[in-house]
């Protein structure tokens, strides 16, 4: 066997094993690294190497690590093999703030009294569970939930070089005003911006691979402040059935595309309650959710609803995060889940999914919005193209004037034949937003129209194209 073809052979194996996420086999992706082989005595050879990882929370890393020993071992010549698991390292250049931090989750809701505090915290000790390095930052500088939350036994905050040092719990860092001030701040904006500004990016944080910021309630301008002085990487939104409504997560979907954050996964919070003595019997308390539809409808790739757990009200009370005391409840699991799909959704961005991102344009000599599908497979050339007539579109938009929330029925509307696009903008990765003539305003998510065909009743129809 010539020095390469042992490693064709292993690489031709391990070709096998495909990314769930990135759908490309994990060679081709460069996962394999530092491939080596060790002759035995019987002719035959030990085989090891390192799987590059995107990330150290990766939730199919054991997974991969079984396939791939189980792939390689199929070689007649292999005895043992050995696989390193190994994530990316954290970049220390650039000189935006909180450079050594890899990835940052911003935690939100719309309105206050959700529990977005305590999903915040859950979520990152989760994400701390599946392996990564990870803070939280309590950016809630009305009503800071943090010290109440997680209670580190040492809580007095150290000051080192002109920087400020992060509490820690169960390997977790934390930083909240409340560790810096007891009583509750009442100061007006722009001492709030720039006490926002001290905090988030004089907190020396060190190496992290995801920082969570929890949010303050709302979508105004000290959440958009933050927004623009870090750069974010994803944004889950917060909400519970009861104040749960199209306009409110529209509003957090626009905010963060005001920055180009997406949003990878929605909240509701509180959805039911399944009493412990009947846990077969679950409850709606504000009605059966109706987070999957809005999920679907505004393209967020996630949706997770959580109970009523008063288990987790008594913990949360105590200043232990539930997923570290009751790890192995249903409601652990669902964190699990949820901090599984943000740390996917981020691995697939930061791989470079952005240029695949459909090309949306409005042809004026066709008079149609066409959006071209990039092939996924080289990011490249146009794989397929789908054609709207304006006024196909502007009546499939799903925005709160034009779909009852409560009902999710259309509402009647009259749209004019003649409705041009005045602007067409990508928002995030994953959907466009359209201003029309009429003063209209509608936000497309790819996943719904990319895929469409064009109705071609309705397009002969339109007198826009037949008189023009
Ligand atoms: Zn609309």
């Known amino acids: 066997m010539c020095s390469t073809e042992w490693k064709n052979q292993i690489l031709e194996q391990l070709k096998n094993i495909v990314d769930p996420d990135l759908r490309q086999n994990i060679v081709d992706l460069g996962f394999v690294r530092n491939?080596?082989?060790?002759?035995?005595?019987?002719?035959?050879?030990?085989?090891?190497?390192?799987?590059?990882?995107?990330?150290?929370?990766?939730?199919?890393?054991?997974?991969?690590?079984?396939?791939?020993?189980?792939?390689?071992?199929?070689?007649?010549?292999?005895?043992?093999?050995?696989?390193?698991?190994?994530?990316?390292?954290?970049?220390?250049?650039?000189?935006?703030?909180?450079?050594?931090?890899?990835?940052?989750?911003?935690?939100?809701?719309?309105?206050?009294?959700?529990?977005?505090?305590?999903?915040?915290?859950?979520?990152?000790f989760t994400l701390a569970k599946l392996g990564g390095k990870v803070g939280i930052m309590d950016a809630d500088i009305y009503g800071p939930s943090l010290p109440i939350l997680v209670q580190p036994e040492d809580r007095i905050v150290q000051y080192k070089d002109g920087k400020i040092t992060p509490l820690e719990y169960q390997g977790v860092k934390l930083m909240s005003f409340g560790y810096i001030n007891t009583e509750s701040a009442i100061m007006r904006g722009p001492m709030i911006a720039n006490m926002m500004n001290q905090l988030l990016t004089e907190t020396d944080w060190g190496c992290l691979d995801y920082l969570v910021i929890d949010m303050p309630p709302g979508t105004g301008d000290i959440q958009l402040t933050i927004c623009q002085t870090i750069s974010l990487d994803a944004a889950v939104i917060v909400t519970t059935p009861q104040q749960l409504s199209f306009q409110d997560v529209i509003k957090g979907i626009y905010m963060f595309d005001k920055v180009s954050v997406p949003c990878v996964a929605l909240v509701e919070n509180m959805a039911y309650f399944e009493p412990k003595d009947m846990p077969n019997k679950r409850y709606y308390l504000f009605g059966n959710g109706k987070g999957q539809k809005i999920a679907d409808d505004y393209g967020i790739p996630f949706m997770e609803s959580l109970p009523l757990d008063p288990d987790l009200c008594r913990w949360s009370d105590s200043g232990t995060p539930a997923v570290l005391v009751m790890s192995e409840s249903k409601i652990s699991q669902l964190y699990h889940s949820l901090a599984s799909a943000v740390v996917q959704e981020i691995a697939k961005r930061a791989f470079g999914n952005r240029s695949k991102v459909p090309q949306v344009v409005f042809d004026s000599d066709k008079c149609a919005i066409v959006i071209s599908n990039i092939d996924p497979s080289d990011g490249n050339t146009i794989h397929n193209q789908v054609e709207w007539t304006p006024w196909?579109?502007?009546?499939?938009?799903?925005?709160?004037?034009?779909?009852?929330?409560?009902?999710?029925?259309?509402?009647?509307?009259?749209?004019?034949?003649?409705?041009?696009?005045?602007?067409?903008?990508?928002?995030?990765?994953?959907?466009?937003?359209?201003?029309?003539?009429?003063?209209?305003?509608?936000?497309?998510?790819?996943?719904?129209?990319?895929?469409?065909?064009?109705?071609?009743?309705?397009?002969?129809?339109?007198?826009?194209?037949?008189?023009?």
Not at 74 to 84: C, G, I, K, M, P
Request: charged residues 20%; contains cysteine; proline residues 4%.
């Open 35 to 124: 491939l080596e082989r060790i002759a035995k005595e019987d002719g035959g050879y030990d085989v090891r190497f390192t799987l590059q990882l995107t990330t150290p929370a990766c939730p199919v890393k054991e997974t991969f690590r079984q396939e791939a020993i189980d792939a390689v071992s199929s070689l007649d010549w292999v005895r043992n093999v050995q696989v390193d698991l190994q994530a990316n390292q954290v970049q220390t250049s650039g000189n935006r703030p909180l450079h050594k931090v890899k990835h940052i989750i911003a935690v939100a809701s719309c309105k206050g009294g959700v529990g977005k505090s305590t999903v915040a915290v859950n979520l990152a």
């Open 392 to 468: 196909d579109l502007r009546n499939a938009c799903r925005c709160a004037l034009c779909v009852d929330e409560w009902t999710g029925m259309e509402r009647p509307k009259h749209v004019d034949r003649n409705v041009k696009p005045l602007q067409i903008q990508s928002a995030g990765n994953y959907a466009f937003s359209v201003v029309w003539s009429d003063g209209h305003q509608s936000l497309y998510p790819f996943e719904r129209v990319a895929h469409t065909k064009v109705q071609e009743s309705a397009y002969s129809n339109t007198p826009a194209s037949t008189q023009g």
